[in-house]
């Protein structure tokens, strides 16, 4: 929601050089990656871990207050938001291509494989049901619905005061998300090990397309990857929470977590309809 | 209750008169309502300033450029 812009001498900048190290770190580890330096890119992840832990350390140390930046002295008559809240908008918006680049790849890869009749042809699709647990995983999708639900209910716990509920629902939204990841190992576990749906090979028998496996896993496994940074991000703030450090007028570290927690939740909706139901 | 309309459609034996193209488009459907309800009010865009949907719209425009692209790959 659109917050009232602060006072100007409530206005403080927390210098910090904590994003530069991580940002370096990243540079470091990157190198690594494509130079093949295992090395180098163990030094960029321990910087990039320092990085973070101290920029945690340091954030728990004071509430976390909107923050306007160089928005407040300049004229606009556009109303404003945060810059903490547009950036994580920029953030989701380069989101929304990242995935729409993994499940485009994977669609045209069914299409140009899985159509009988084309000379690129290499066996059908797995059918809904065939392969995956599509109620189980039903199941799990209700289980991330309801997370983002809890998250909304710890967002308007705070901002009515109301501490006891908002680290009741952080809480909640904090062990379902861990619940969904249970949920996600186990299904992997099995299909991998129990069916024999590998990065390779589909089920023995089958006569489903090859490229099922890796495609399914490259979609689900990268929405994985966001969801456990979402439980990570989750973990931080109730850790926070739980030692007073949101308040009715500080607390927009809840928002924004929960605007990328709400994102994970509408890629899976997408997700969840394109690899299992259709 | 969405989702378990949506599993309900896919599971043999429910809903068995519609048609595979049909279902599939009442599916894709169904996830965009499910989908545009939570940006629109756990997201709280639709209680934002409006400009404020232009970026992810931005993004949205780029989906159109890729799907349009892919569309012709396939069709080639």
Redesign the interface.
């Known amino acids: ?2 917050h009232p812009e602060p006072a100007g001498e409530e206005e403080e900048h927390h210098g910090s050089p904590w994003p530069v190290i991580i940002a370096v770190g990243m540079g470091v580890g990157y190198v690594g990656i494509v130079s093949a330096s295992v090395p180098m890119l163990l030094v960029g992840v321990v910087i990039f871990g320092g990085g973070a832990g101290g920029w945690i350390h340091q954030d728990m140390q004071e509430p976390s207050s909107a923050f306007y930046g160089l928005a407040t002295s300049v004229e606009s008559r ?4 945060s810059a903490r809240k ?1 950036g994580t ?2 953030f ?6 990242f995935f ?2 993994i499940i ?1 790849s994977s ?2 890869l069914r ?2 494989t899985g159509t009988p009749g084309l000379a690129t042809f290499q066996g059908p699709w797995a059918t ?2 065939q392969i995956l647990n ?2 189980l995983t ?1 199941l799990n ?2 289980i991330l ?1 309801c997370s ?2 809890t ?2 209910e710890a967002l308007a716990a705070i901002e009515r005061d109301d501490k006891v509920k908002h680290r009741f629902y952080l809480l909640a939204t904090l062990l379902l998300g861990i619940t969904f990841l249970s949920i996600q190992a186990f299904e992997y576990q099995h299909l991998y090990f129990g069916e024999g749906l590998t990065f390779t090979h589909a089920p023995l028998g089958s006569g489903v397309n090859p490229l099922y496996g890796p495609a399914f896993y490259a979609q689900t496994g990268v929405h994985g990857s966001h969801v456990t940074a979402g439980v990570l991000a989750l973990a931080y703030v109730t850790r926070k929470a739980f030692k007073g450090g949101f308040t009715k007028e500080n607390h927009e570290a809840i ?1 924004l977590v ?2 990328y927690w ?2 994970v ?2 890629v899976w ?2 997700l ?2 394109i690899v299992y ?2 | 209750m969405v ?2 309309l ?2 309900a ?4 034996g429910y809903f068995p008169v519609l048609e595979h193209t049909f279902r ?1 488009v009442l ?2 459907i ?2 965009t309502i ?2 545009s309800l ?2 629109a ?4 865009l639709r ?3 409006r ?2 949907a232009l ?2 719209l ?3 425009a ?2 159109a450029v ?2 349009a692209a ?1 569309t012709a ?2 069709a080639h």
């Open positions: 929601m659109a556009f109303p404003r938001v547009l908008w920029l989701l918006a380069t989101e929304i291509m729409s680049a485009g669609f045209t299409l140009r809904p049901g599509v109620p039903g999708t209700f619905i983002s639900l998250m909304v928002e929960g605007l709400h994102f939740d509408v909706i997408f969840f309809t139901l259709v | 989702t378990g949506e599993i459609i896919t599971t043999p599939i599916l894709v169904m996830s499910k989908a939570v940006v009010y756990y997201m709280h209680y934002e300033p400009w404020l970026i992810p931005a993004g949205l780029l989906v890729l799907v892919l790959t396939v």
